[in-house]
């Protein structure tokens, strides 16, 4: 009877052996520690105390977070300012370089004197002697403005021009302003005419117009009175010897 106690029991050992041998692939058993489950506190006090731990913790990672926060805004305000100077700095280096590049290669404004010269160039040339005498007034036209359609106003010019005098003559002086007027007509009916002229001839009388207008502009010369004859003289009577 003992020995069947025995095997019996020796073969319960046996499978309840190889059971858990079996089973302990698939079962966890959470470790002890103190008589105590993994973050669980053994005690109400001491978990009264972690908890009071966990809250302490908290606050100093969060005054931490926050003082790491302040530190990196105040870093980007600087870097702001920083790129702020430089974008300032940045615009007025490259305005001093246009500035010096133009400075560099254009051309420099021109002075006083250059600008009187290159007005005097544009300007129409004066009458040549031949055309126009300044103390008289008379003048020689072209052939081309000698025909007869051109005669009123021509015959007008011939007396604007005899009768200037410094003090009537000039630029917006009555005088001028009437001349520009009947030159300018002269111009205009010289162009309906083109077709009658050669080029070489429109070319010279247009020339003349625009010439007699330049000196229509400038003031008269003074005219010199016109010399007047010698009155004859008594001859002398010889004398006699008392």
Do not use: C
Request: no cysteine.
């Amino acid at each position: 009877m003992k020995t069947t106690y025995t095997l019996l029991f020796g073969l319960a050992l046996t499978v309840v052996s190889g059971t858990a041998g079996a089973q302990s692939n698939a079962l966890a058993i959470a470790p002890i520690n103190n008589w105590s489950y993994f973050r669980h506190s053994s005690t109400a006090t001491e978990g009264y105390l972690r908890g009071q731990a966990s809250v302490l913790s908290a606050l100093g990672q969060t005054n931490y977070a926050n003082s790491l926060a302040a530190v990196n805004f105040q870093e980007a305000y600087r870097r702001q300012l920083e790129n702020s100077r430089l974008y300032v700095q940045t615009y007025f280096e490259r305005r001093e370089l246009v500035r010096q590049y133009h400075e560099k290669y254009n051309n420099a404004p021109p002075t006083k004197e250059q600008w009187a010269r290159v007005t005097e160039a544009a300007l129409p040339d004066r009458l040549t002697k031949e055309q126009y005498d300044p103390v008289t007034g008379q003048l020689v036209w072209p052939h081309v403005l000698r025909t007869e359609e051109y005669a009123a106003l021509r015959n007008r010019v011939h007396e604007l021009m005899a009768s200037r005098t410094p003090e009537n003559s000039g630029d917006g002086s009555p005088s001028h302003k009437e001349l520009s007027q009947l030159i300018d007509g002269l111009k205009r009916l010289l162009k309906e005419n083109i077709d009658d002229v050669t080029p070489q001839q429109y070319a010279g009388a247009k020339w003349f117009l625009l010439s007699l207008d330049y000196e229509a502009e400038l003031p008269a010369l003074g005219r010199q009175p016109a010399p007047q004859p010698m009155k004859p003289t008594a001859p002398v009577a010889p004398a006699t010897a008392s």
